[in-house]
DNA sequence: TTGATAACTGAACAGGCATTCACTGCAAAG
DNA sequence: CTTTGCAGTGAATGCCTGTTCAGTTATCAA
């Protein structure tokens, strides 16, 4: 039988995961080499593929992680109550949930494109579910006479934007509590689409 | 005296500049070699160096050269006229401005954390030179009693980000006008910030 | 204690990297 | 028609790249 007690494996993994979400963040995916995460987890670079195929899947597995990760904590959220009450919660989760990771947000925007197609594919797919929860919310609340929207895609959109643009210039220590973050972009959101 | 007629070095320039921020655009600063750009240019890797000291300068000089037309462009509009209406010229600018100039836009946003500590600096004034002007409108609109915000820096920030990520999904091909996606986002922004 | 094997090393491979520079060809100035 | 010097070549420099793999170590089960 394979050891389990005292294996390494588990251990190192996840530590592989950190040190390329770590270093990808800060450099750029073709910025960060094999040797520079495996030297940040403590081992030789031909030990890495213990752990990923290659460099590629490498990133790959780190976004859809996040995405899978992102999808899952937003199907806790309540499924009832009124558009404008659902729209709060997700306005506030957004804000939460991104400004908690700015590593897994930036690399996930910014390392699309050394996704390979199919890789792009698979993760944009996943954006996309996430996106439909807030345009199902816009939609309702526009059916509901809640909402008035010019344009419930458009507003999808633009709210999405808005919120994630948070992780560009939120600091922790700086003047605003996280509470008053997420205030003060529900009223804009808030008095962006209300009827 | 030196050619002036018939010189190559004011046309291959330029084509240096466009072939790096394409390509930059496309693959990121990392990824993309110098012999790359020359090949899209049509000349060894060695000729690139009669227009650029670095590859880092290079990169530089396309985020300064952005951000100045950007100041430059915004320094055109009227200082004149109600809060509401300034701030309605700037958010169809910035949409007609950043649309018409996705590969600049992506990379100044992409490419900072490839600037040396001193080129980030520099390309960070910039671009609080561009934010501090939408933030002037809205302090004015607020002390005017035209908004009602709660904090106008951070509205600042909320407005660009919605702005800026049109060019996230919009296609020159798709459903809908330039004029069409200003109206609607200024629509939003009108009523995020109106009191 | 022995045998199995997971985890890891360290060297090797073939190729690409930014940058430098002696040199060439050529167009224009005088 | 000679001189000037710009624009570009192509080879060379030293270093880094992702990935593979035979061999080593350490820990477990039996």
Redesign the pocket.
Known sequence: ?????????????PRVQAAALRLIAQHGF?????????AE??????????????????LFDLLRTHMEHLLNALGTLPETGTPMARLEAFCRFHIAYHIERPDEVFISYMELRNLSADNFAAIEALRRRYESHLDAILKDGQAAGHFALDDARVTTFAVIAMLTGVNTWYREDGPLSKTDLADLYWTLVRRAVAA
Chains 1, 2 share one sequence.
């Open positions: 039988m394979a050891r389990k007690t005292g294996s390494h494996s588990e251990i190192t993994g073709a910025a960060v080499s094999m040797r520079q995460i495996a987890v403590g081992v030789q670079a031909g030990a890495l593929y213990n752990y990923t195929n290659d460099k590629q899947t490498l």
